[in-house]
């Protein structure tokens, strides 16, 4: 049994989904998700997330000793899909399958959506979009928009604002291509597409050229 296994067994001991163990343990719901889903074999904050479950850190990590609550009849994942949402906790879409590229641009594979969600206050979210139904979350992959976003990290994007606002960072389509860039209005009905990270010129194009995603609302970066 790994540490991913063992955390998902604590978890459903306690009767708690990743958002209130992450609330909790003071740190973020993708934290606990990259660690259940074996992308994160480990994190600076696991003291914080044993004792929010009542188990040793050394247990958790390496199973060295028994944890307080009688884990061992509870089954791997149990809580997983059935964890009820507060009114001020929103699932969205995790789209673990596909990538938008800070970089040269990524062509994502045609996976189907799978399920995953990721778990953000409600707030949060409606203070950022006017139709919280239409945000979804994607991986970033490649140093173009860095340090802005970082490889790895994730990003939220409000599907509903697909309307070009200077200056903003959007989710696009170019070229066959899936983006996150910084979008500027140019004369003649062209856009200019900016990276953050200054060793990528920036370019010009007809926006009639481009197909907007939607509008980056906020981001996440992996925690170790």
């Avoid at 944890?67 to 964890?83: L, M, Q, T």
């Avoid at 959007?170 to 910084?182: P, R």
Wanted: glycine share 6%.
């Amino acid at each position: 049994m790994e540490l991913k296994d063992r955390l998902k067994q604590a978890r459903a001991a306690k009767k708690l989904s990743q958002a209130k163990l992450a609330e909790l343990a003071g740190v973020t719901q993708p934290t606990i998700m990259f660690i259940e889903n074996g992308r994160n074999k480990g994190s600076s904050k696991i003291v914080d997330i044993a004792n929010a479950l009542d188990v040793s850190p050394d247990w958790l990590l390496h199973g060295k000793e028994m944890s307080n609550a009688e884990i061992s009849k509870i089954p791997v994942g149990e809580w997983d899909e059935s964890a009820p949402l507060t009114d001020e906790i929103v699932a969205i879409p995790y789209l673990n399958g596909f990538s938008l590229s800070a970089g040269t641009g990524a062509v994502n594979s045609d996976l189907p959506y799978c399920g995953a969600k990721l778990w953000f206050s409600k707030a949060f979210l409606k203070r950022r979009s006017t139709d919280i139904s239409k945000i979804f979350s994607i991986d970033v992959k490649g140093d173009s928009m860095s340090p802005k976003f970082e490889s790895g990290g994730i990003v939220i994007i409000d599907s509903a604002n697909n309307t070009l606002e200077d200056g903003k960072v959007f989710a696009i389509h170019y070229d066959g291509q899936d983006f996150i860039k910084t979008l500027r209005w140019m004369p003649c009905d062209m856009v200019l597409i900016e990276s953050e990270n200054p060793i990528y010129r920036s370019f010009e194009v007809p926006l009639s050229e481009v197909t907007i995603i939607g509008r980056v609302i906020a981001y996440q970066r992996e925690e170790f």
